[in-house]
C-alpha cells in the first residue's frame, strides 16, 4: 500500500477528530448541557467530513475509536477524553498486587503480626475475602424504632477449592458498594427494597469488552524493531478491517517489552468480541487459530503458526472478564450513546453531585415503599469508577468516589457541616476537568 496513501488517511482522520473534540468543547459549555440526545462519535465524525468506508479507513478509525474507547460508537459524553498517554503495564506481578500489598500492610492482621504489630494486639481481620455479595437489605430498624440500619449477606465456596457453601450475614448502620456497574446491570446482588431507580431505565455505565489475545510463536517473523503492527494488505480484508478481527497488533518482544517472548497479541473490543463469541461467552478454537491470524498471514510470507498440536493453553491466551460473575461480564464501564440516557438519570441511579439528598437510590423509607417518608436515610452509597462523572474509566475515579462515600457516611452520621467536596462532581468547570491529562493502564 502506497505510504502516502496511509499518511493521507490518517491526518483526514486528525482532523475529523479535532474536529470531533471542538464539538464536545462546544457541547459542555452550553448552559445545560447535561439532559441531551447523544448523537455519537462516529455521528459527529461523519459530520466532521470523515467517512470510513474502505478498508483502510475502518482500520484507522479502529485505532482512533474502538481502541481507545472499547467500542465502535462511543457516546459524545467521553469526549474531549482525559487521556493523554497510554502505559502498557507488564510487571509481571500483576496489578493485583497493589491492592493486595495494600490490604497487607494495612488492613490485615494475621497470627504472625498480632505479636509483634501494635495495631494488630486483640484485632480482627476487617477484611473479608473470596466472598460474593448476594443481598443487601438497607431499610432494617434499629431496636426502638430510632433509626435505620443495614445487613448485608455474603457467600462464599461452591467451588472446587471450597465445595461446601457457607452464607455470612453482616451488620451496620451504612453500607457502601463498590461493585462494578457490569454487577449491577446485570442484577447480581438483590436488593431490599428494590432500588428505586433501576439500572435498566437509569444506570447509563454499561460494561464494554477490552480483550487482549496473546500469541505465543516458535520463531519471531515480525519486524522486531517494531511496537505496532497494522496489517491491511488485501482488499478481501475489509469484512475483518470493519469489525476490527485482529488488523492491530503489538509486539510484546520489543526492546524494554518482554525480550525473547516471541509474543504479539491483538486486541478485541466490544462488538467484534460479541460477534466472535460462542453460546457460552469464549471464542473457538478454530476462531483463534483461524481469521483472527489471518491478517498476519497476509502480511507475513515468513509466517509461522503458533501452535502444532491444537493446544491452545500454553500457546495462545485471553482473559475471561466477558464470562466472569465478579467482574460483572466485562473489562470496564462507560457511558452508553445506545439508550440516550440522561444526566439526571445518572445521579438518580448512584446519587451524589446535584441530585437532592435521599432523590435517588439507597435511602432506607416508609415500610410500604411510597417513598413519602419525611425523614429517610442514605444507608446504602454506591462507589467505584463508574459512580465518578468525571473519572469513570479509571483508577483515580474509584479512588476519588471512595473518598466521597466514605464522607458521604462521616457527615450522615457523626458531623453533618462536614463539606463533601471532590473531583467527580464538580460541575463548575467540567470541560476543563474533562480535559486534564491522566495515564490511562489498559486492562
Same mark, same amino acid.
Given at each position: ?6 499518511f493521507a488517511c490518517i491526518e483526514k482522520m486528525t482532523n475529523a477528530y479535532q474536529c470531533l473534540d471542538d464539538a464536545a468543547d462546544a457541547f459542555w459549555e452550553e448552559d445545560e448541557p447535561y439532559n441531551f440526545g447523544d448523537l455519537g462519535a462516529v455521528e459527529v465524525l461523519n459530520q466532521c467530513g470523515w467517512s470510513g468506508q474502505t478498508p483502510l479507513d475502518r482500520v484507522v478509525q479502529w485505532v482512533f475509536v474502538d481502541y481507545e474507547y472499547a467500542e465502535h460508537d462511543p457516546s ?42 501494635? &495495631? ?49 450475614? #453482616? ?43 496473546? #500469541? ?74 483461524? &481469521? ?25 491466551? #485471553?482473559?475471561?472478564? &466477558? ?75 474509584? #479512588? ?44
Open positions: 500500500m502506497d505510504p502516502e496513501e496511509v459524545l459524553v467521553n469526549f474531549p477524553s482525559p487521556i493523554e498517554e497510554f502505559f502498557l503495564v507488564h510487571d509481571q506481578r500483576g496489578f493485583e498486587y497493589l491492592p493486595q500489598r495494600f490490604a497487607q500492610d494495612h488492613l490485615l492482621c494475621s497470627d504472625a503480626t498480632r505479636g509483634r504489630d501494635a &495495631k494488630c494486639n486483640g484485632a480482627q481481620d476487617n477484611i473479608r475475602l473470596n466472598q460474593r455479595v448476594t443481598d443487601i437489605k438497607y431499610d432494617l430498624v434499629n431496636a426502638g424504632g430510632v433509626g435505620r440500619r443495614v445487613k448485608v449477606r455474603a457467600q462464599s465456596g461452591g467451588t472446587s477449592a471450597f465445595p461446601s457453601q457457607q452464607c455470612t450475614e #453482616y451488620t451496620g448502620k451504612r453500607v457502601i458498594a463498590t461493585v462494578s456497574a457490569g454487577v449491577l446491570n446485570e442484577d447480581l446482588i438483590e436488593f431490599d427494597p428494590p432500588l428505586k431507580y433501576p439500572a435498566a431505565t437509569s444506570n447509563p455505565m454499561k460494561m464494554q469488552q477490552y480483550i487482549k489475545i496473546f #500469541y505465543q510463536f516458535p520463531t519471531v517473523f515480525w519486524d522486531n524493531n517494531k511496537e505496532f503492527i497494522v496489517s491491511l494488505t488485501d482488499t478481501t480484508l475489509l469484512e475483518s478491517a470493519q469489525s476490527g478481527d485482529c488488523n492491530h497488533w503489538q509486539n510484546l518482544d520489543a526492546r524494554e517489552f518482554v525480550e525473547g517472548s516471541r509474543t504479539l497479541f491483538c486486541t478485541l473490543t466490544t462488538e467484534a468480541y460479541e460477534k466472535l463469541k460462542n453460546a457460552s461467552g469464549k471464542l473457538d478454537p478454530n476462531v483463534l487459530t483461524g &481469521k483472527l491470524l489471518d491478517p498476519l498471514r497476509h502480511a507475513y510470507a515468513a509466517f509461522v503458526e503458533p501452535i502444532d498440536t491444537g493446544v491452545l493453553t500454553d500457546t495462545v491466551y #485471553y482473559p475471561g472478564w &466477558k464470562t466472569d460473575v465478579d467482574t460483572g461480564y466485562g473489562s470496564y464501564s462507560s457511558w452508553s450513546a445506545a439508550n440516550r440516557f440522561e444526566y439526571d438519570d445518572y445521579y438518580r441511579f448512584f446519587g451524589g453531585g446535584p441530585a437532592e439528598y435521599c432523590k435517588h437510590n439507597g435511602c432506607s423509607c416508609d415500610a410500604d415503599n411510597t417513598w413519602n417518608c419525611q425523614d429517610p436515610e442514605w444507608t446504602l452509597l454506591f462507589a467505584g469508577a463508574a459512580s465518578c462523572f468525571e473519572y469513570y474509566e479509571v483508577v483515580d475515579g474509584a #479512588y476519588e468516589s471512595g473518598i466521597r462515600s466514605a464522607n458521604y457516611v462521616l457527615k450522615d452520621l457523626f458531623d453533618p457541616d462536614i463539606e463533601v467536596e471532590t473531583v467527580c462532581d464538580d460541575m463548575e468547570d467540567r470541560r476543563k476537568l474533562r480535559t486534564r491529562h491522566l495515564p490511562k493502564f489498559r486492562p
